[in-house]
């Protein structure tokens, strides 16, 4: 049974920066795409980023430039690194992991807010 847990989430201001980590639990991990998506009030969940066990990225078109993901095999964690963030980044951001199904950790909220 796979699990996944978020941390990393918070307020900061237009212009700063956060780091999301997820560590997932699991036989599977190693060889699953794992990513992130985010979920706004009143909006529905979009991608933020992808990860494929070999390395490949995918964004959603509102972050490309700006966030980057990545990961540790060692560590079963995957991260996002976001830059430049904007007040309509905030979001509650849910890590999720593909294989045969899509499974999604409890999220975390960032706000992006002076």
């Known amino acids: 049974q796979v699990q996944l847990v978020e941390s990393g989430g918070g307020l900061v201001p237009p212009g700063g920066s956060l780091t999301l980590s997820c560590a997932a639990s699991?036989?599977?991990?190693?060889?699953?795409?794992m990513g992130w998506h985010r979920q706004a009030p009143g909006k529905q969940r979009e991608l933020v980023a992808l990860?494929?066990?070999?390395?490949?990225?995918r964004y959603g078109d509102p972050v490309k430039g700006r966030f980057t993901i990545s990961r540790d095999k060692a560590k079963s964690t995957v991260y996002l690194q976001m830059n430049n963030l904007k007040p309509e980044d905030t979001a509650v951001y849910y890590c999720?992991?593909?294989?045969?199904?899509?499974?999604w950790g409890q999220g975390t909220q960032v706000t992006v807010s002076s």
């Open positions: 999720n992991l593909d294989h045969q199904v899509r499974t």
């Open positions: 699991g036989d599977i991990v190693s060889i699953a795409t």
């Open positions: 990860i494929s066990s070999g390395g490949n990225t």
